[in-house]
């Protein structure tokens, strides 16, 4: 059993061990990237305030690009009977730098050393999910724009109600990233603070160069107050959860919108072949699990961040071991959410639309208030025409006029495409991420 960094003379049993460490082995290797170039930045302090020499920094900071290297090629491996990735880092550079690899804990916590590390690799992992938020975006934008002419049913109560357009319905799915946009914008700015130099969430008596870190890993500010960087573990990844949910309550609706669409009683698209399976006894079916699988898996994300919070939600300030149950919810989020906004981005480039719905006359009767319209524009009070087209239904004499001529903001007429695309194009200016991949080339290099 390999020692602990915090171990002194008791020995833990294997059966503590196992309980104690948990997941952490595996899920570690998440940060294992991050973990390496928070060590780099520190280090690179530490060398600043005279606790390194020149010689022992370059030392250092060779054998930490090689152990990042390896993550990046695959190579990296926290060994069996080490905690964590923090301690494998540091064995690997005490195996091959002998004392001069213990220097670098000092003026640090492991729990300052995991707050930095989550927040770099969130930082990364949000990146990666605006990126495709973005790409499924500018998909129903074009879907939008190709079938805007192209009428559908618009329902409430789930009834035929009036007349939409699928250049509306792709558009509306548009218009509702952007506004995730605006939480992950949020998240995003609220991790892109620094807490490494919180040590164990008291500071630390080393003169340390909090503000040398922060640039160097390329973070907007620092969380000042030591005791409220640790109070963020937990905080951040709520926070963070919120806007998971608001991306992933996008998906989930307009999955389900899809698959109740492709259904043979509505018949409004069809779904690529190759994202349907059939049935064991049925020949003729097609099934949407694709999307149903999309659903269920974004409906389990809305559900993060009540998650965090009931794992965190009663600790006072300073750290709990509870808060390591969080990463076992928390770090393969955003996996299952890049998944199904590639996914889906696949599928609504490729789904098709039924151009000829309204021929079906079940459906005449939402185009009422286009009539009692036309009648109110010629005149006739709206409470008079209103009475006039519901009698005429009821007598069985209405008879619909299937052109609309909508033209305010927002409507079947005027979609706002482009409005809709400089408002997600605002957003996406202000996440600045080239200063982050900036600093954490040179940092690396």
Same mark, same amino acid.
């Given at each position: 059993? $390999?020692?602990?960094?915090?171990?002194?003379?008791?020995?833990?049993?294997?059966?503590?061990?196992?309980?104690?460490?948990?997941?952490?082995?595996?899920? *570690?290797?998440?940060?294992?990237? =991050? *973990?390496?170039?928070?060590?780099? $930045?520190?280090?690179?302090?530490?060398?600043?305030?005279?606790?390194?020499?020149?010689?022992?920094?370059?030392?250092?900071?060779?054998?930490?690009?090689?152990?990042?290297?390896?993550?990046?090629?695959?190579?990296?491996?926290?060994?069996? &009977? %080490?905690?964590?990735?923090?301690?494998?880092?540091?064995?690997?550079?005490?195996?091959?730098?002998?004392?001069?690899?213990?220097?670098?804990?000092?003026?640090?916590?492991?729990?300052?050393?995991?707050? %930095?590390?989550?927040?770099?690799?969130?930082?990364?992992?949000?990146?990666?999910?605006?990126?495709?938020?973005?790409?499924?975006?500018? #998909?129903?934008?074009? !879907?939008? #724009?190709?079938?805007?002419?192209?009428?559908?049913?618009?329902?409430?109560?789930?009834?035929?109600?009036?007349?939409?357009?699928?250049?509306?319905?792709?558009?509306?799915?548009? +218009?509702?990233?952007?506004?995730?946009?605006?939480?992950?914008?949020?998240?995003?700015?609220?991790?892109?603070?620094?807490?490494?130099?919180?040590?164990?969430?008291?500071?630390?008596?080393?003169?340390?160069?909090?503000?040398?870190?922060?640039?160097?890993?390329?973070?907007?500010?620092?969380?000042?107050?030591?005791?409220?960087?640790?109070?963020? /573990?937990?905080?951040?990844?709520?926070?963070?959860?919120?806007?998971?949910?608001?991306?992933?309550?996008?998906?989930?609706?307009?999955?389900?919108?899809?698959?109740?669409?492709?259904?043979?009683?509505?018949?409004?698209?069809?779904?690529?072949?190759?994202?349907?399976? &059939? =049935?064991?006894?049925?020949?003729?079916?097609?099934?949407?699990?694709?999307?149903?699988?999309?659903?269920?898996?974004?409906?389990?994300?809305?559900?993060?961040?009540?998650?965090?919070?009931?794992?965190?939600?009663?600790?006072?300030?300073?750290?709990? /071991? *509870?808060?390591?149950?969080?990463? +076992?919810?928390?770090?393969?989020?955003?996996? +299952?959410?890049?998944?199904?906004?590639?996914?889906?981005?696949?599928?609504?480039?490729?789904?098709?639309?039924?151009?000829?719905?309204?021929?079906?006359?079940?459906?005449?009767?939402?185009?009422?208030?286009?009539?009692?319209?036309?009648?109110?524009?010629?005149?006739?009070?709206? /409470?008079?025409?209103?009475?006039? %087209?519901?009698?005429?239904?009821?007598?069985?004499?209405?008879?619909?006029?299937?052109? %609309?001529?909508?033209?305010?903001?927002?409507?079947?007429?005027?979609?706002?495409?482009?409005?809709?695309?400089? !408002?997600?194009?605002?957003?996406?200016?202000?996440?600045?991420?080239?200063?982050?991949?900036? $600093?954490?080339?040179?940092?690396?290099?």
């Amino acid at each position: 059993m $390999a020692t602990k960094l915090w171990q002194k003379n008791v020995t833990m049993t294997a059966e503590i061990e196992r309980f104690t460490v948990g997941r952490d082995r595996e899920l *570690d290797l998440y940060l294992a990237e =991050s *973990d390496v170039l928070g060590s780099m $930045a520190h280090i690179t302090m530490l060398q600043s305030i005279g606790l390194l020499t020149s010689e022992e920094l370059q030392t250092l900071l060779a054998e930490l690009r090689r152990i990042l290297a390896d993550i990046r090629a695959g190579k990296f491996t926290i060994e069996e &009977g %080490v905690e964590d990735v923090h301690s494998e880092v540091e064995l690997l550079l005490t195996r091959r730098l002998g004392d001069v690899g213990k220097k670098i804990h000092s003026g640090r916590s492991r729990n300052d050393q995991v707050l %930095v590390d989550l927040k770099l690799w969130t930082r990364r992992q949000l990146r990666e999910v605006v990126e495709l938020v973005k790409a499924l975006f500018d #998909e129903l934008q074009v !879907q939008s #724009e190709r079938y805007k002419d192209i009428l559908m049913p618009g329902y409430t109560h789930l009834q035929v109600a009036m007349p939409s357009s699928f250049g509306l319905w792709f558009g509306a799915y548009a +218009e509702s990233l952007a506004d995730d946009m605006l939480f992950l914008q949020a998240a995003y700015r609220l991790v892109n603070r620094n807490p490494l130099g919180s040590a164990a969430g008291y500071g630390s008596s080393f003169p340390l160069d909090r503000q040398m870190t922060t640039d160097l890993l390329g973070f907007d500010s620092m969380d000042y107050n030591v005791v409220y960087a640790q109070m963020g /573990r937990g905080k951040m990844e709520r926070n963070v959860g919120f806007a998971i949910a608001s991306v992933a309550g996008t998906i989930s609706k307009l999955a389900f919108d899809a698959c109740m669409f492709n259904s043979q009683n509505f018949g409004f698209v069809k779904l690529p072949d190759e994202c349907t399976t &059939g =049935s064991s006894i049925m020949p003729h079916k097609k099934n949407p699990d694709v999307f149903e699988l999309t659903r269920a898996k974004c409906n389990k994300l809305q559900a993060l961040p009540q998650q965090v919070t009931l794992i965190m939600n009663n600790l006072p300030c300073g750290y709990f /071991r *509870d808060l390591q149950i969080i990463k +076992e919810v928390f770090l393969p989020a955003f996996g +299952e959410l890049k998944d199904c906004l590639r996914m889906t981005t696949y599928i609504i480039e490729r789904i098709r639309v039924n151009e000829h719905i309204l021929d079906d006359p079940r459906y005449d009767l939402m185009f009422s208030v286009e009539e009692v319209n036309r009648l109110a524009a010629s005149g006739m009070p709206f /409470r008079d025409a209103y009475r006039k %087209v519901g009698l005429d239904i009821e007598a069985g004499q209405f008879t619909p006029q299937k052109q %609309v001529h909508h033209t305010h903001a927002g409507s079947i007429g005027n979609l706002c495409t482009a409005e809709i695309a400089a !408002q997600m194009d605002r957003l996406l200016a202000d996440f600045h991420f080239e200063r982050v991949e900036e $600093a954490e080339r040179k940092l690396s290099c």
